[in-house]
């Protein structure tokens, strides 16, 4: 038997919590959505005046990021760069979701939507950073690299 790690409810709220603050911070209106490694929601805030799309895409953002266990972003660079078989991937090709990591094993993700795909990403770290003891392997392991 191998143990594993789960996110609970409580870590969930305190990476919500640390990515509703970045991006307070920075005055950007998003959504916040928190998956476990199966990919399923724990966790799911619009704030107000976030684009009403945003509440359906940070999820899929999310899913895409625990899938893979990559950033999602590896996906969009895939689409820009002309790799469009990537769009019948079973992944939304959207910068934004980040796949949090513990003891070298994924744990979850968090998608954020709502601002330009670099800021969707910078809140969705700061989330990832609340997580104490989380590996931040994602973007050491997969920049750069295609799947």
């Not at 609970?8 to 307070?24: F, G, I, N, V």
């Not at 959505?33 to 966790?43: K, S, T, Y």
Request: charged share 20%; aromatic share 4%.
């Amino acid at each position: 038997m191998k143990t594993i790690r789960v996110l609970t409810l409580d870590d969930a709220r305190r990476m919500a919590h640390a990515a509703e603050k970045e991006a307070r911070d920075n005055g950007w209106n998003v959504s916040i959505a928190i998956c476990d490694a199966g990919g399923h929601p724990i966790w799911l805030q619009r704030m107000d005046a976030a684009p009403i799309m945003s509440a359906m895409v940070a999820p899929d953002k999310a899913r895409a990021s625990v899938l893979s266990g990559k950033p999602s972003k590896v996906y969009e660079d895939m689409v820009n760069q002309g790799r469009i078989a990537a769009l019948s991937m079973p992944v939304v090709p959207l910068e934004g979701g980040e796949p949090i990591y513990f003891d070298g094993q994924i744990v979850g993700a968090v998608g954020v939507s709502g601002v330009q795909a670099g800021q969707d990403a910078q809140v969705a770290r700061a989330g990832v950073a609340a997580l104490d003891g989380t590996d931040h392997l994602a973007e050491h392991l997969y920049k750069g690299k295609q799947a």
